[in-house]
């Protein structure tokens, strides 16, 4: 015998709601522009940036994290990085 629930979704729901999340290639591609991204506006920071701690930080997080991480780490690792490049580009922006 079987009860209804109200209010209670049907797992098929949930399954057919979520957005198709894409191939693993167009995945990867995606995250390596990003990272690409990240590279060029860290190092578009110039000298002084390059002086700071957080820009060997950021460069670390891009090239050796980013490498080791599995490919659902790597969004986080971005954002990390990007979170770095903006505080760095406040410090080289205000002095």
Sequence with gaps: MLIAVPNRRSSNSDK???????????RYDDLEARRAALVA?????????????????ALKLLNDTFRKSSLTQRLAVLQAAA?????????????
Excluded: M
């Design 41 to 57: 506006r860290l190092t578009a920071l110039g000298g002084t940036a390059r002086r700071q701690a957080g820009y060997r930080s």
């Design 16 to 26: 057919t709601a979520q957005p198709p999340r894409g191939n693993f290639r167009q």
């Design 83 to 95: 979170w770095l490049i903006d505080i760095l580009e406040k410090l080289v922006s205000s002095t």
